[in-house]
């Protein structure tokens, strides 16, 4: 397993998470004490980047 692809799954993983909490925090609305918008936008930043590293790898 290469550097890349360790890279790429922890992206790809943060990404998720974020995308997730973050949905979830803006629509249930029971997490006011975080910011539910920052992890949004984070997932949307992080998953794109891992899954498009994931892609573009040298196999």
Aim: glycine share 12%; net charge positive; no cysteine.
């Amino acid at each position: 397993m290469t550097i890349k692809k360790i890279v790429s799954l922890v992206l790809i993983i943060l990404g998720f998470a974020g995308l997730i909490y973050g949905v979830f925090a803006l629509f249930t609305g029971g997490l006011k004490q975080s910011y539910p918008w920052a992890a949004l936008i984070l997932g949307l930043i992080f998953f794109p980047a891992g899954m498009k590293l994931l892609k573009n790898m040298d196999s």
